[in-house]
């Protein structure tokens, strides 16, 4: 673990992560909110489901899929509740139910009073209450695709994006607490194509073999645009990679600890790809692109 950093002469910021499912906020950014926690700034994840639909990926804990929804409910929150300690935020739930990932051709209608299927302008107003109590400095979402097409994602970015233009209007529902106007909007990118490319040559260089399936990921990928591009933002947090993994376990019934996530060595990744990567969508302040810190262009912490 990584010590803390921060001076008593840093300004302390706060950070507010919006995310689908309980291991989203693991999976992306974690190494970042972990150190900016040890950073001395305040750092909080909403979780806006509770992931009752989520697969059970680790073959450890299959037998959990015999036992019905209300067990995987209560265990998802245990799992979440580790997750944040390991990481050092905050967290709160926001109360709705997960939609599910539809499969199949053509899709199933998604479940009836799922998150994706609540009216925007709803959800948006329990967001806003959130910010306006939390009043972030910045603000960690989805991009318009939702990083990857699941329906509860694509909802989140459309909520976020919507409550970042109405937390700090004092005409938007006054009895959500006082307006707060958030400085920087950001879209997390995770799954970078070229990092993974980069990631699989170094481990071939030391006579590593991929699973089939990574390998068939990596050749879908290349069939893509790449999001790279879109990138602004590159945080170094290789010394807190442990921590996001540690986080990333905790959530084991959507973890396997022998899966993809784990393929390279801790030492490999650290120096073949040492960042996270974000993307500044929207900001209320000045700040050079590109950047390597999300508090970049903020003077102070009022």
Not at 223 to 234: A, E, K, Y
Not at 273 to 279: L, Y
Request: proline share 6%.
């Amino acid at each position: 673990m990584s010590e803390k950093t921060s001076s008593v002469d840093t300004p302390r910021y706060r950070l507010l992560a919006i995310h689908a499912h309980p291991d989203d906020e693991s999976s992306k950014g974690a190494a970042t909110m972990a150190r900016y926690v040890d950073e001395g700034h305040r750092v909080k994840v909403l979780t806006c489901t509770g992931g009752e639909r989520g697969d059970i990926l680790n073959p450890e804990m299959q037998e959990l899929a015999d036992q019905g929804i209300g067990d995987l409910i209560e265990v998802r929150r245990e799992e979440m509740a580790q997750a944040a300690s390991i990481l050092g935020v905050e967290h709160e739930w926001l109360g709705y139910v997960d939609s599910g990932l539809p499969e199949g051709d053509p899709k199933p209608p998604l479940p009836e009073g799922c998150f994706a299927l609540q009216d925007t302008e709803e959800v948006t107003k329990n967001v806003v209450r959130v910010v306006r109590e939390f009043r972030p400095h910045v603000l960690i979402t989805y991009d318009e695709y939702g990083g990857y097409p699941h329906p509860d994602h694509i909802k989140v970015h459309a909520v976020s994006v919507r409550a970042w233009e109405a937390a700090g209007d004092p005409n938007y529902h006054p009895e959500l607490g006082e307006p707060w106007e958030v400085k920087k909007l950001y879209y997390t990118h995770g799954f970078i194509r070229e990092r993974f490319e980069n990631l699989a040559t170094a481990m071939y260089e030391r006579g590593a073999q991929l699973p089939e399936h990574v390998l068939r990921h990596l050749e879908m990928w290349r069939q893509l645009p790449d999001i790279f591009s879109r990138v602004t933002t590159r945080v170094n947090v290789a010394d807190w990679f442990e921590r996001r993994d540690d986080a990333l376990r905790a959530h084991r019934t959507q973890i396997d600890p022998k899966g993809a996530f784990f393929l390279a060595d801790m030492d490999l990744q650290q120096q073949v790809w040492p960042t996270e990567e974000f993307e500044l969508a929207q900001s209320r302040v000045h700040s050079e692109l590109p950047e390597s810190e999300l508090f970049a262009g903020l003077e102070s912490a009022d």
